[in-house]
């Protein structure tokens, strides 16, 4: 795996250059000299995100609960002056 690096604009002259290079590996794409994002292969994208977990998982929460809708009643009520000294 090699890591590339195009400014925006080589990325915008030759963006097939900027698709092979990321079947390589990831093509950091910098903006003024600084890295401003990330070009990845879908594959390579897909192995990241898959090994995340959901909150409902890291959480250990029971299968199901994240298709339970909660509606929360809008607090109307101003508060009051906070003394922050």
Excluded: C
């Excluded at 097939?16 to 890295?35: H, M, Q, Y």
């Excluded at 390579?44 to 959480?59: A, K, N, P």
Aim: aromatic share 4%; glycine share 8%.
């Amino acid at each position: 795996m090699s890591i590339t690096t195009l400014s925006s604009r080589d990325l915008n002259m030759d963006i097939g250059r900027a698709k092979r290079a990321a079947n390589d590996g990831p093509v950091i794409i910098t903006d003024r000299g600084k890295p401003a994002h990330v070009l990845l292969s879908f594959t390579e994208y897909q192995r990241i995100i898959g090994q995340q977990q959901s909150v409902v998982d890291e959480l250990g929460l029971p299968p199901g609960i994240e298709d339970i809708e909660v509606d929360f009643p809008r607090f109307r009520e101003m508060p009051g002056n906070v003394d922050l000294s």
